[in-house]
């Protein structure tokens, strides 16, 4: 008996996520497209870490290449969508202290 297809998680936008994610060199786009496909299939990204100062659930791909080093932050535990928070290019070595504000629901 064939196997059943996996389900695909959707991916919901928030903020100006999508359209910062677009403005990106199409091999991290790429990169990070695959990475997000992976979770959206209940896998875990290749290079990835926990960002508690967003809240549980939340979690930042980490993409790097000669362009630089790229970040995505996405949340995962609603059950309707993977939401993608912020995505941007990491510009220092450390890691800036924002205070974050999320609001589950909303769509982009």
Same mark, same amino acid.
């Given at each position: 008996m ?11 936008f928030?903020?100006s ?5 677009? @403005? ?7 990169a &990070?497209?695959? @990475? ?8 875990a ?5 926990p &960002? ?8 930042e791909?980490?993409?790097?290449d000669v362009a630089?080093?790229f970040?995505? *932050?996405y *949340?995962?535990?609603?059950?309707d969508?993977?939401? *993608?928070?912020?995505?941007f290019q ?8 924002r205070?974050? &504000?999320w ?6």
């Amino acid at each position: 008996m064939p196997r059943p297809t996996p389900r695909l998680k959707p991916l919901t936008f928030l903020g100006s996520s999508r359209d910062d994610l677009r @403005e990106m060199p199409a091999a991290i786009r790429h990169a &990070i497209g695959v @990475e997000l496909m992976t979770v959206q299939l209940g896998g875990a990204p290749t290079d990835f870490k926990p &960002i508690a100062s967003v809240g549980a659930g939340a979690y930042e791909i980490r993409v790097r290449d000669v362009a630089g080093a790229f970040r995505t *932050v996405y *949340v995962t535990k609603f059950a309707d969508s993977i939401y *993608v928070l912020h995505a941007f290019q990491k510009k220092t070595q450390k890691t800036l202290r924002r205070t974050w &504000i999320w609001r589950g629901g909303g769509t982009n």
